[in-house]
């Protein structure tokens, strides 16, 4: 939000104000579950001041959209691109435009949110990883900063697109070493012929029917495990699940998420492999884990993981009708655990 009032004037009006805030930010408000963000106008600035690429205004009044930074053009030509027209619209390499940006940081993570929310691809990722890595470093990104990224990148349309960049260009080796891990293991080609367990991550995300946040940060982090694992008789990834819910805590606790979601998340990992044999098990034995409010995302997560294997999905629609199954024989079971219940 953009206001003419200055950090101490927000401070009276309310509480619980933070500032300096984040760097993108003048002052930051976490209220209502939500996270607010400030910039602090000036009185001698333009109306219109200089803005960075991707910040946009919106007008209270009139509810139009300013564009300092005359990127629609750039991003009508993405939108033309993909509805099969010719190729003809400006702003064809739009990410020559972040050559001006004096934060090298900055313009990767504004390219790689570019490439989530508005292609579906192929774009040259290479061609603009090699553009960002020839910038000046800028300063690195403070862990609010890397969250907000985070976030932005998952719910959007295509998180493997700007995930892709962001580890071509090293911002995701530096910042995230827990996911950039993912690449440096492999997986039998029988099993996954999608490749190691990076390219299977991000294929997971072609899959999703929804973009619910719970489930998108699950289907990241779901194997994360796997780079810690041993291999014990033919489990190739002894423990990758539990080793996987220790390592998503320590990502999203240094990434500043409140505790009740992580353990949402570590919900998803550490359960992931269960779907796969409900079918085969006693339910009254896993109760506990079947009647929380995540089992039917944890069900969802699971179709993701096969579908991105190129597998059939009778193991998913057989774990599905398993859980209809006791639902029906114990509504009053179901959901009435807390999202955030181990």
């Not at 508005?118 to 969250?147: C, D, F, M, N, V």
Request: glycine fraction near 8%; aromatic fraction near 10%.
């Amino acid at each position: 939000m953009e206001t003419d009032a200055d950090p101490v004037a927000l401070a009276k009006a309310f509480e619980g104000l933070r500032f300096p805030g984040p760097r993108i930010a003048d002052a930051a408000l976490d209220a209502e579950g939500r996270h607010w963000y400030f910039r602090c106008r000036d009185k001698n600035e333009p109306y219109c001041p200089s803005y960075r690429l991707l910040r946009f205004t919106q007008d209270e009044k009139t509810q139009r959209f300013m564009d300092p930074a005359g990127v629609y053009p750039a991003l009508r030509h993405l939108r033309s691109r993909l509805r099969g027209k010719p190729n003809t619209a400006p702003g064809e390499n739009w990410w020559e435009g972040l050559a001006g940006t004096a934060d090298s940081y900055q313009a990767a993570m504004d390219a790689g949110l570019i490439l989530a929310r508005y292609t579906k691809g192929p774009p040259p990722i290479p061609e603009i990883a090699e553009s960002l890595r020839e910038l000046p470093r800028g300063i690195p990104p403070g862990p609010e900063e890397q969250r907000m990224l985070l976030l932005c990148l998952l719910v959007s349309e295509r998180p493997d697109l700007g995930f892709e960049l962001l580890k071509l260009c090293g911002f995701i080796g530096e910042f995230w070493q827990e996911i950039a891990v993912l690449g440096d293991v492999d997986h039998s080609k029988e099993c996954h012929p999608e490749g190691n367990v990076w390219n299977h991550t991000m294929e997971t995300f072609r899959h999703r029917k929804t973009r619910d946040l719970r489930l998108s940060l699950g289907l990241l982090l779901h194997d994360s495990g796997k780079p810690l694992a041993r291999s014990s008789g033919n489990r190739r990834f002894d423990g990758h699940a539990e080793l996987g819910a220790a390592q998503a805590r320590r990502f999203l606790k240094r990434l500043g998420f409140d505790e009740p979601f992580i353990e949402d998340v570590g919900f998803l990992v550490r359960n992931h492999m269960l779907p796969a044999a409900l079918p085969r098990l006693a339910i009254t034995r896993i109760r506990e884990v079947v009647e929380s409010p995540l089992f039917p995302t944890l069900l969802e997560l699971y179709r993701c993981d096969e579908a991105s294997s190129f597998k059939s999905l009778e193991g998913y629609y057989a774990s599905s009708g398993a859980y209809r199954a006791y639902i029906r024989r114990n509504p009053a079971g179901a959901g009435k655990i807390p999202f955030h219940k181990k």
